[in-house]
Structure formats: C-alpha cells, structure tokens
C-alpha cells in the first residue's frame, strides 16, 4: 500500500477507514509483504481475556521480509550505515546483499549449536554490526530473541535469562562508550554462574581485551562462523509465533517479558514507520536508540529494513568526543531523518551552539522525538537549531507494549503543536478515561490514556505469566488497553501525554520501576527501608530521589550515598542510580502501613506549600522532618 499522504484530508480519509472497517484495513497493508500462506482469518480478540490475534493462520519468515524480498532490485544498496565510536575510525556501508551473507551465517552458526525454532537466545551487545545480524539471524531460524540492553548489571542478565529459559547467549569481549572500554564478557560470566539452562556463550571479539573463555561453554564468533555456509533457508514461521521477548520494567516486582509476535509487528512496524516518516526510497534514516530497547527493535532494525531503507547503526555517544558528535555523523551521511530522545536535545542544548553551527545539517527533512514527553523549550531548540525550522518534528508516542507508534504526527501531513504527541495514526482507537472508569468522550479533557481496539503489533502476553498481563494492561478499565500513562486531549482533539501515572519512572527516556529501584538500595546493608519517587531533572526528564531509613545514624553520609549508588548500579545497572538520596528517620505511612508517595513526591518537586491532607498519616511529625532535610 502506498503510505504517502498528499494531506490532511488524505490522513483523516484513512483514518475513518481504518477504524470503519479494520481488517480490511489491515490485510490491505499485510497483502504488501511476501507470506508462505496468506492468512485465514485476520482478527481474532478479546480484551476481557486479554487475547489478540492477528493473521491467524499466515506462515511467514520477517526476515525474508526485511532482506531477500529486496534482493532482486535492492541487493547493492546499502542497508545499513555503521557508524563507529570513535569518528576517526571508518564507517561501514553494508549492502543488502551482504546483510543477507552476514544474517544467513550467524543463523547457520546458531543451527550449529542445536538452536531451534522457539528456542530463546539472550543477546548482550555493543552497537556493532553483529549486534543487528545476531537479532536477525534469530528471526531467520525461528529462535527468539531477547536482546538485553550492554548497560544492565550481571543480575539483571541472569533475571532475565533466567525468566526465559535462554539455551544461548551471544555477547562480545568488550565495547566501546566514548573513551571507556567496558568489559561485557566477564559481566555475562558473572551472570551466567546463576544459568543453568544456558549451554553456549558465543563471543564476538571486538576489542582483543583478553577475555577468558570457559572451556566447553564459550566459543569465538569468528571460529564457528568460518564453519558454516551463507545458505541459510529462513524457519517458517506461524503469524502468531514468537519473534522475540523485550524486558520492560513493571511498577511492581521484577521486569516484566513482554512477547511479540511475527506477523502483526512486521505489518505494523512497516507501515507506521512510512507513514509517520513519510519515508521515501533512497533516504537515509537515523535513529540514535540502542538496540537494546523497544525503539532499536522496531526502528532502528524491523521497520526501515522491512521498507528496504538505509539505517545508521551508532555505537558511540552524544557527547564524544565533543558535543557535536550526533550533528557531525548527519553531515557525513547526509541523514534524511534523524530521530531521537529528548533527553539527549536537553543535553545537546546545553552545548555552545558551534557545536552544531560547525556541520552543514541542510540534509535533514524530518525530525523525531520519542521516549518520553517533549518539553517546549527542547522542542524550539530542536525545530530552531537542528531542524532549521523546515523540519516537522514527529513527537512519537508509543511504549515497548505496543511495539509500534500510536500517537503521533505525520510528517508534512499534521500540524504541528510543540510537546504535543498529536493524533492517533490510522488504526490506533484512543479513549480518554476518567478515575472512575467512564470514557471522556469530547474534547478539552484530561484523563488516563487507554486504547479500545487492538492493533497489529501490540505485545501478546507477558513471558510465562498471562495473569500479569491481564491485570497489568486489561484489568484496570475492562474491555480496554491500559496504557499506564495520563494524557490531555485538547479542543482540536490533540493529545498531549503527562507521563505515568503508576509507579514508573521514565529517566532519560528509560523506565524504571519504583519497587525495583528500592529492593536494589535495600541490598545495602546499612539500609533499613527505603521509598523512591520521581522527581523533575533539566536533562534526564525525571531523576530518581530516594528517602532511606538506615539501621544506624551514618558516619559520613556523602560516603554512604556513593556505596548506596554503587549498590544500585550493580544489582540494576548504572542508568538506575538515584540523583539524591535523603537520610530520613521514618517515611509517611497511612495506619495501613501503604507509603503516600504523593507527599514524598511533593517534597523531591520541591513543593512542600501544600502537602493535601496529611492527617491519616500514623506519624505526622515525620513530614516536618523529611521537608526540612529535602535536597
Ligand atoms: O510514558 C510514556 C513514555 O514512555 C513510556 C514507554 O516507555 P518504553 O516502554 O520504554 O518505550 C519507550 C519507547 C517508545 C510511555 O508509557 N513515552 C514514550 N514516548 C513518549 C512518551 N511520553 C510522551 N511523549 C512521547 N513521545
């Protein structure tokens, strides 16, 4: 299907299309893509159990989809830009036509090891190449992939690797970050002495750091793929199969496996990314993500390969090794659209404007936000100094459970609003509730985001616990997709996201889980109990304040929190550490014993003028204290 839009007539058109008749809709797009057998029916769901099917019967392999469907016209072009670390080293172009030979070896390498279809591969990985062929390589042969993002600590590998039930894990001795060497090989050791189901570790040697290899278990990338041909005949697979599983953080307990299927997220994916893009053949599309989260899945990888894009692959970091890193590699690849978080433009903004007047960036036509709410003054920087005020910036909501977009503009089709995530796209049915569970059904009101009908890519269940994601996403207003996030829909009917409304942080465009934050600072044997909240930062969006009751009054307290930090980046990862941590003597707690958190979040925003009523508090006295000692 032709996903240009001439206007926005054209959008409304076939929004109304899309929500009068759906299937029709979508099996219009699907018919797009090349399936071993079409599919028998297109739609099957029930919220109220929380079940969705899509193209139920279809047989497909998405990477012959995303590579040898383009074969015939597209096997010289390239199909991803690598961009290195350090901008001194040379940048890759790889083709199509050796995407296919890289993708096709490392699934035979795989096969080799005994992997089958439905069984689970862990990847820890630098931003390289291999990092794209190892996710490929798993679809290609039917394995599904649970990609964990390189920054996330031992534990956190083996929860999930072990959640899973992952047979192999493919990581590399070592990667890059800015000046940093990390060591990625010894931190999966370290994991992998809690995994008994993992039988092979394969390593990519990128760095020569001298890793030690566990005989019998751990094989070199580079021995075992001289081994095997670039013949690799993709696994048929069912629409509804596994594709891969993603970890996202819940408000409460442990991350939560969120499982995505083949059919419905290729079709999905491909048809969001062209039209919220407007993408055309030939450009060059940047997304700055890692693939370790929902957006590298989806754009980065899935989407602009299943268009027979161009996508840049970055390893290194935004502010090395200056500040003008991002706008130095769009000038050199002369990148069409470049999409982002806004954390990295608040902190970009902070850079003396040289850094970006140094690079000729007149190749840009679009401009992406994502991740989490886009304030004004970032947006103007962006539109203003980035953009050039040509660019629409397509502020895209979406979360990692819903595989793709769902509100948001169409470049050159939507008029903008700044911070404003705009309009569904087609297929998408918003509904505004409010806290008693009835739909707002006009405009100008504000409620809690939820979506009546499914759509193609949304994720299926939670990894082994149904009940989770039924009452997660579907409890909450039955018959509904609970989203977790507040919205306002203004007068035009254009949506503006306020951000969680459960116990989820978003820093730096990341989720966190509150609970999981605070078992990670309980580990600290100092620490008696502990309460984090949100709170607003200049850069990250939000950072993480924690209240801590010690079991005895601390000997130097700056010490205290640089081994409480610590603590926390070795059980979460580093993106977990807490900004400010206050010493409190006790926390307010209702007579019940439950934590009101909106008093302790009023404290960490610094707005203690009006703490509402605190009189069902067991302790009063203790939120004199806390304001007094607030950081
Ligand atoms: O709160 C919303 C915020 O990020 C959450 C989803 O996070 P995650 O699953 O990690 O996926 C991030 C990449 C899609 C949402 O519930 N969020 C994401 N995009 C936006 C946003 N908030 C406001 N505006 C956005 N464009």
Redesign the pocket.
């Known amino acids: 299907m032709n996903t240009t839009l001439s206007s926005f007539d054209a959008y409304a058109e076939q929004y109304q299309k899309s929500i009068a008749n759906p299937e029709d809709f979508w099996s219009n797009i699907a018919a797009d893509f090349k399936w071993r057998k079409k599919w028998d029916k297109v739609l099957e769901w029930d919220f109220h159990k929380a079940e969705v099917k899509w193209f139920v019967g279809g047989k497909l392999n998405i990477t012959e989809n995303c590579i040898d469907r383009h074969l015939p016209q597209r096997a010289n072009q390239t199909a991803i830009i690598w961009e290195p670390n350090d901008p001194k080293d040379e940048a890759k172009h790889i083709t199509y036509k050796e995407l296919h030979e890289q993708v096709s070896k490392v699934g035979n390498m795989l096969r080799a090891q005994g992997v089958k279809k439905g069984d689970r591969v862990c990847i820890y990985m630098p931003m390289i190449p291999e990092l794209a062929y190892a996710v490929l390589a798993c679809a290609r042969i039917g394995a599904v992939h649970s990609v964990v993002f390189a920054g996330f600590s031992a534990g956190s590998i083996a929860d999930r690797i072990q959640d899973s039930g992952c047979s192999v894990v493919i990581t590399s001795d070592g990667s890059f970050r800015g000046e940093k060497k990390l060591d990625l090989k010894s931190i999966v050791d370290e994991a992998l002495e809690k995994c008994p189901t993992v039988k092979t570790a394969i390593v990519f040697q990128k760095l020569k750091l001298g890793v030690k290899m566990k005989a019998g278990r751990d094989l070199w990338w580079h021995e075992e793929i001289a081994k095997v041909s670039a013949d690799c005949p993709p696994e048929e697979m069912d629409a509804e199969d596994m594709l891969f599983i993603l970890y996202?953080s819940g408000s409460t307990g442990k991350p939560k496996g969120m499982v995505h299927t083949c059919g419905g997220y290729m079709v999905y994916i491909n048809y969001t990314f062209r039209t919220a893009f407007q993408y055309r053949d030939g450009q060059v599309y940047w997304c700055t993500a890692d693939l370790g989260?929902?957006?590298g899945h989806s754009y980065i990888l899935y989407g602009p390969l299943s268009a027979g894009g161009t996508t840049v692959i970055f390893e290194g970091i935004p502010s090395w090794p200056d500040m003008g890193r991002f706008w130095q590699a769009i000038e050199r690849h002369k990148v069409n659209i470049f999409y982002t978080a806004p954390t990295a433009i608040r902190s970009l903004e902070k850079a003396p404007l040289s850094f970006v007047e140094k690079y000729d960036l007149s190749s840009l036509e679009v401009l992406g936000?994502?991740?989490?709410?886009?304030n004004e003054e970032a947006w103007h920087w962006y539109n203003k100094n980035i953009g050039k005020e040509k660019c629409p910036i397509i502020?895209?909501?979406?979360?990692?459970?819903t595989g793709g977009f769902m509100i948001s503009p169409i470049a050159n089709v939507t008029k903008l609003k700044p911070a404003h995530?705009t309009l569904p796209l087609p297929g998408v049915q918003p509904a505004v509730m409010d806290e008693n569970g009835k739909e707002l059904t006009t405009n100008g009101v504000e409620g809690r985001l939820t979506i009546k009908f499914p759509w193609p890519s949304m994720a299926r269940t939670i990894y082994g616990d149904h009940k989770r994601f039924f009452e997660t996403y579907f409890s909450t207003f039955p018959g509904k997709y609970f989203?977790?996030?507040g919205c306002k829909r203004d007068e035009e009917g254009y949506y503006r996201?306020t951000?969680?409304v459960d116990d989820i942080i978003?820093v730096s465009?990341?989720?966190m889980g509150t609970a999981e934050v605070e078992s990670a600072i309980d580990e600290h044997h100092e620490v008696c109990e502990t309460a984090v909240v949100g709170y607003p930062h200049d850069i990250k969006g939000q950072g993480i304040y924690a209240f801590v009751i010690l079991y005895h009054p601390p000997k130097d307290e700056e010490k205290l929190r640089g081994e409480i930090k610590e603590t926390v980046s070795k059980i979460i990862g580093p993106i977990a550490k807490p900004d400010k941590i206050q010493f409190v003597s006790g926390l307010p707690k209702t007579r019940s014993g439950k934590i009101m958190r909106r008093i302790l979040r009023k404290v960490a925003e610094g707005d203690t003028s009006n703490l509402g009523d605190t009189t069902t508090l067991l302790d009063p006295a203790v939120v004199d204290e806390i304001k007094a000692g607030a950081l």
């Open positions: 996202t989260w929902i957006t936000s994502v991740g989490e709410p886009i502020d895209t909501w979406w979360q990692t459970e995530a989203t977790g996030d996201i951000g969680r978003i465009g990341h989720n």
